[in-house]
């Protein structure tokens, strides 16, 4: 079913009751509006923070900036400043409906109904504002006020079709599909293309009536409106099977597999219906697709061995077996099949032993053998606990969100689950929402001295510390030195000209008195040329020859970490050249990450070096906080990032990795608002991280 959405109208130029002084202002304003209105969300932030930055009096760039938040889905960042729009201006009607959404998507939905009734305050027709009260009182379950709220939209707006679809779920709520099947019917009648129309009234078809025919042309219906979404193949696959129409089902399996390869429940369910209908060699091979993808299906495991059996591969059965068995030792129909396995496959002595652990087992839980159907009641087991996994959801649907509930989420948020409840629907766009794209969930990485940087174009910021512009403006290096947190990866020619210079410091250090600047720069270039080793002892020489040398401390830091990257990884190391045993393999990767984690320590070291000889440095105390949470401290993280905020208050790095380490710790409200402040600051997987948190 998809996601109800809320009409949000408003214009984006309307007239402001408060003049603008100053002509830059104005303009800058006027650009943000006009990203804002070509769907460069994160760009239109960026100019709606200049004129906050310069008059943070004016209510229309909070306003501006909590729409663009709203649509790259930072709820809490909307909320955020559409309040800092009213506080300034409480006669913007639009700031209250933006608030509303924005608390409606958090599931605030008293606060957002309070929103809704100032809005109607103000302007008492308001179609969006009286449907959308209406839909939260349906989320808080109060059926008679909501359809009340929904009586009256439809009378304000008769063609919108989402209002009888709304009046459809209170319906159901209340037991008459009849009714609710009725109000669906007439919503076709104005919008004939509605997809959520065909999604609930299949849904009902399924649920509650189990007329499966006319729910396999609700489907066909939603189809020709989403041809790319697997999942209605996949339903429509169950619905025709259930008709047994084999052929059809097999077809939508293949077709949803084909949309999304990895789709553990259609190529499941493909391998059971390839076994019904004896096409047991594509059965294994979907099975075994299966278990790559989810090694602890044990249920998939299950069924291959028993096709293994079917197809007269027993030692590949025996070999399941093993696996469901080392995992339950006390499932005794998994003993018995197993013991047949080795029957056929000629282990008359350890058939034996398994039909004699089987009978303890069954003796023990009080089963009678004879009349004791393995695969029968393997089934039964896995539809129980499917059964409970459902209850214990249901029942947990309205229990709030416990701390332990967000780390679980967090850490498996790169798996986006698709999301089929109500919410508030506005003029959504598909450009532009770039909380969508698939951006790796990993932190901001450390800062590092470089020749080459990359300079963030959304904010045009340069990172700025006092002694890498002492060095420059000496003029005693060969390139302008920059700190960049981006991985800049230079081309084979750059590559060339960094070992030309190592040659040329390599003749300069040997002919001429050393100075701790040409060991700085020799250290560079090895650094560029991922030779830390090397690195490091130019690093050791320039710090002797100048112990109050900054940056070859913050240097030093950066060569450990690179260290620390190609040691955790077990690489940096010249190959054993004789075979080793897998005792041997486990303690070399227990000294690899010993030695990586000894990186770290070395690392924290340096840069309290730095901050002795600077303490206001806060690029150092932000790689601090990243080499503390790499260890897993994170209390110490989170005040490393705070102290480096404290500095330098647009910080965006240092915000969102405190909003990672929040969130790993379960402290969600804390997290979101870091996440929110990060986007806002132009560090674009921040919209990626609240979006998955939020589904």
Same mark, same amino acid.
């Given at each position: ?26 303009q ?9 209105y ?16 310069a008059?943070?009096?004016?209510a229309?760039?909070?306003f ?44 605030k ?40 709220a ?8 008769p ?13 159901l ?11 669906i019917d ?17 849904d009902i ?8 025919p ?18 209605n ?7 025709k ?16 597999i084909?949309l999304?390869?990895d ?28 278990l ?9 495991l ?18 399941d ?7 339950y030792?006390r ?12 029957r ?8 034996e ?10 003796k ?24 409970q996994e ?25 798996t986006?689950k ?29 800062f ?28 005693l ?5 920059t ?35 040409? %060991?700085?720069? $020799?250290? @560079?270039? *090895? /650094?560029?040329?991922? =030779? ?5 002892? +130019?690093?050791?020489? &320039?710090?002797k ?46 000294l ?18 730095v901050l ?30 705070t ?11 240092? %915000?969102?990795? $405190?909003? @990672?380490? *929040? /969130?790993?710790?379960? =402290?969600?409200?804390?997290g979101?608002? +870091?996440?929110?402040? &990060? ?5 674009l ?11």
């Amino acid at each position: 079913m998809n996601s109800f959405r809320y009409t949000l109208v408003f214009l984006l130029f309307w007239a402001s009751s408060v003049a603008i002084a100053q002509i830059n202002t104005e303009q800058v304003l006027r650009i943000g509006q006009n990203a804002l209105y070509f769907e460069d969300y994160v760009l239109s932030i960026q100019y709606f923070n200049q004129v906050v930055a310069a008059k943070p009096y004016l209510a229309e760039p909070y306003f501006y900036r909590a729409v663009a938040k709203l649509d790259l889905e930072d709820f809490q960042g909307a909320e955020q400043d559409a309040t800092f729009c009213i506080e300034r201006n409480p006669f913007i009607i639009d700031a209250y409906q933006v608030r509303a959404i924005a608390r409606q998507n958090q599931k605030k939905f008293q606060l957002a109904i309070a929103d809704y009734d100032k809005g109607l305050e103000l302007n008492p027709a308001n179609r969006s504002f009286v449907f959308n009260k209406g839909i939260c009182l349906l989320e808080l379950k109060q059926y008679h006020a909501a359809d009340s709220a929904l009586n009256i939209a439809r009378r304000i707006d008769p063609k919108n079709d989402r209002v009888l679809l709304a009046k459809a779920q209170i319906d159901l709520a209340a037991g008459d599909t009849a009714l609710a099947l009725a109000h669906i019917d007439s919503s076709l009648v104005i919008s004939k293309s509605s997809e959520m129309a065909y999604g609930m009234r299949a849904d009902i078809h399924i649920k509650h009536r189990a007329t499966y025919p006319d729910a396999v042309a609700d489907l066909d219906s939603l189809i020709k409106f989403q041809p790319r979404n697997a999942s209605n193949f996949i339903n429509r696959a169950y619905l025709k099977y259930e008709i047994d129409d084999y052929t059809g089902a097999m077809s939508d399996y293949d077709y949803a597999i084909g949309l999304e390869p990895d789709n553990v429940t259609a190529i499941y369910d493909r391998a059971q219906l390839s076994a019904e209908v004896g096409e047991d060699q594509k059965a294994i091979a979907d099975f075994s697709k299966v278990l790559k993808l989810e090694p602890a299906n044990f249920l998939a495991l299950y069924n291959r061995a028993q096709l293994y059996m079917r197809t007269r591969q027993f030692r590949k059965a025996v070999a399941d077996y093993d696996r469901i068995l080392h995992k339950y030792p006390r499932f005794e129909s998994g003993y018995m099949a197993r013991a047949e396995a080795k029957r056929l496959a000629g282990d008359l002595k350890g058939s034996e032993r398994d039909n004699e652990t089987a009978v303890v087992i069954f003796k023990q839980k009080g089963i009678r053998v004879s009349t004791y159907d393995p695969v029968k009641a393997e089934v039964r087991m896995a539809e129980k606990k499917i059964r409970q996994e459902q209850k214990a959801a249901q029942a947990k649907m309205d229990q709030p969100e416990t701390s332990d509930d967000i780390i679980k989420k967090f850490n498996n948020i790169l798996t986006v689950k698709s999301d089929n409840s109500f919410k508030p629907e506005y003029d959504n766009r598909t450009r532009g929402h770039i909380q969508n794209a698939n951006f790796d969930i990993d932190p901001e990485p450390m800062f590092a001295l470089s020749y080459y940087s990359y300079v963030n174009k959304l904010n045009g910021k340069t990172n700025y510390m006092k002694e890498v512009t002492e060095v420059n403006d000496s003029h005693l290096l060969p390139m302008l030195l920059t700190l960049t947190c981006d991985n800049v990866k230079i081309d084979s020619s750059e590559v060339a000209k960094r070992f030309a210079s190592i040659d040329y410091y390599n003749g300069l250090l040997a002919t001429s008195k050393p100075r701790s600047i040409d %060991y700085l720069a $020799r250290a @560079l270039d *090895y /650094m560029m040329v991922k =030779n830390p080793e090397a690195a490091l002892l +130019d690093v050791d020489r &320039a710090i002797k020859s100048s112990p109050k040398f900054v940056l070859a401390y913050f240097l030093r830091a950066n060569a450990h970490y690179l260290q620390y990257l190609l040691e955790s990884k077990g690489e940096g190391r010249a190959p054993d050249a004789r075979p080793a045993s897998a005792a041997e393999h486990e303690a070399a990767a227990m000294l690899h990450r010993r030695e990586a984690g000894s990186r770290l320590d070395d690392l924290i070291a340096d840069l309290n070096q730095v901050l002795a000889l600077s303490p206001k440095n806060v690029y150092a105390i932000y790689n601090k906080g990243n080499a503390y949470m790499l260890q897993g401290k994170y209390t110490e993280a989170v005040s490393c990032y705070t102290q480096a905020i404290g500095i330098k208050p647009d910080f965006g790095e240092a %915000y969102y990795n $405190r909003g @990672l380490v *929040y /969130m790993r710790l379960g =402290n969600r409200p804390s997290g979101v608002n +870091d996440l929110s402040k &990060a986007g806002e600051l132009g560090i674009l997987p921040s919209y990626t991280v609240l979006k998955r948190m939020n589904d």
